[in-house]
């Protein structure tokens, strides 16, 4: 699932990149970079705490990318805006029960922030694959609840300072906080989630280009349309835990892919050339909610048999009201969402009662208003319940 739908999310990205370093032909700005990180495991779960607890992490990280033209509408609007493939390793030193993944992954970033002529600020970005992993198996790893398959999501956020060396040469370090889960797909996924301080070397082909020292004046004028609206269709699969105390399961983790579907409409106020943010309301129907299993005897051999059921329809259903904010770069966006379920059956995932919830996504637009959606779900602002996939359309009015 995670495979088949995030490849073409990072090709349709990817082949983004490329036409922008291909529309930039008249300044170029290439370049690779080098990164370290070393930091800690966040003691989320029982798999990384106590005396399990990971205190100390590495990994290291290969980019290469293109920066839009300098001078250019795009590079004066959302603040030198790059974009790259990044080739990550890291290494938690728990290879036998955790492993020592790899992953590969897109980024995009920027600098807005021009503190002096020779230091900004900005972040960075990153969604992609990893793998390597040593996963959760009933009799082999039993205790591995953090990760629950071989393949699994790599997001990270970064905030960083710009140092110019030279022409070419610049220095960024800063804070990172990384992510790694399934999104449920496969349970269990408690996810690990690790915070770094890191270093990186960046090397700029194109020598012409100052970052700090762009004095160009930012766009003044406001966008035309004052509000826009979005209306989205998005899908998931999830497995679920059940309930095994009195029920006789042998197994607590269900894993046939039980189906997600939300449908959300948002109002979003354009808050200038970046920023929007408005309400939203979102119709969930999830088929893990209020499922429950039990065992009983096979009516031939008379051995147990476990048995498993859905809620009915009413159950499935929530509708939520949250509040959403976005800020904007070329060809995407990041939103992040608050909201609370204001109509949900009493009878839900046992695991997951809290009515209050965040989403955290990126979305791309291939072309004009239309767009996909790559996006977590999470409760208490911490515990992933599923990854949303999904297509929409945005649509302005003048205010």
């Not at 291909?22 to 705490?49: I, P």
């Not at 899908?235 to 399961?249: A, C, E, M, Q, Y």
């Not at 039990?294 to 509708?319: C, H, I, M, Q």
Request: glycine share 10%; net charge positive.
């Amino acid at each position: 699932m995670i495979r088949r739908a995030l490849l073409p999310l990072c090709c349709l990205l990817l082949s983004q990149t490329l036409a922008v370093g291909q529309s930039s032909s008249q300044r170029q700005s290439w370049f690779v970079s080098a990164q370290g990180n070393a930091g800690t495991v966040m003691q989320s779960n029982s798999f990384v705490n106590g005396p399990r607890q990971i205190p100390f992490y590495r990994s290291t990280a290969l980019k290469a990318g293109v920066a839009v033209r300098e001078g250019s509408p795009l590079d004066r609007i959302y603040g030198h805006p790059y974009f790259g493939l990044g080739f990550y390793h890291a290494e938690f030193f728990r290879d036998a029960d955790l492993g020592s993944p790899w992953s590969v992954y897109l980024l995009q970033g920027a600098t807005p922030w021009r503190i002096a002529p020779w230091l900004g600020a900005g972040y960075e970005l990153n969604l992609g694959l990893s793998w390597g992993w040593v996963p959760y198996n009933i009799k082999v790893k039993p205790q591995n609840i953090a990760i629950g398959s071989h393949v699994d999501v790599l997001f990270s956020v970064n905030a960083y300072l710009r140092w110019l060396l030279s022409r070419r040469l610049s220095m960024l370090t800063g804070a990172s906080f990384t992510h790694f889960s399934n999104g449920d797909t496969h349970l269990p996924n408690n996810g690990i989630n690790a915070i770094s301080g890191f270093a990186t070397l960046n090397y700029a082909f194109d020598a012409g280009r100052a970052l700090l020292h762009d004095d160009s004046p930012k766009f003044t004028e406001p966008p035309a349309r004052r509000f826009v609206h979005d209306l989205t269709i998005s899908t998931s699969v999830r497995g679920v835990k059940l309930d095994t105390l009195g029920t006789g399961l042998s197994l607590r983790y269900y894993n046939n892919r039980l189906q997600v579907w939300n449908v959300s409409y948002s109002l979003l106020r354009v808050a200038g050339w970046r920023y929007l943010w408005g309400p939203s309301v979102e119709m969930t129907y999830d088929e893990s909610a209020g499922a429950r299993g039990w065992t009983e005897p096979d009516p031939v051999t008379g051995a147990p048999v476990d048995r498993f059921a859905l809620a009915p329809l009413a159950d499935r259903l929530t509708l939520g009201l949250s509040l959403k904010g976005e800020m904007e770069m070329p060809y995407y966006s990041a939103f992040v969402q608050v909201g609370y379920d204001v109509a949900r059956s009493r009878v839900n995932h046992p695991e997951e009662p809290a009515r209050l919830y965040q989403i955290l996504g990126l979305r791309f637009f291939p072309y004009k208003g239309l767009f996909c959606t790559f996006a977590i779900r999470a409760t208490r602002f911490q515990s992933a319940q599923y990854f949303l996939l999904g297509a929409g359309w945005r649509f302005g009015t003048r205010g």
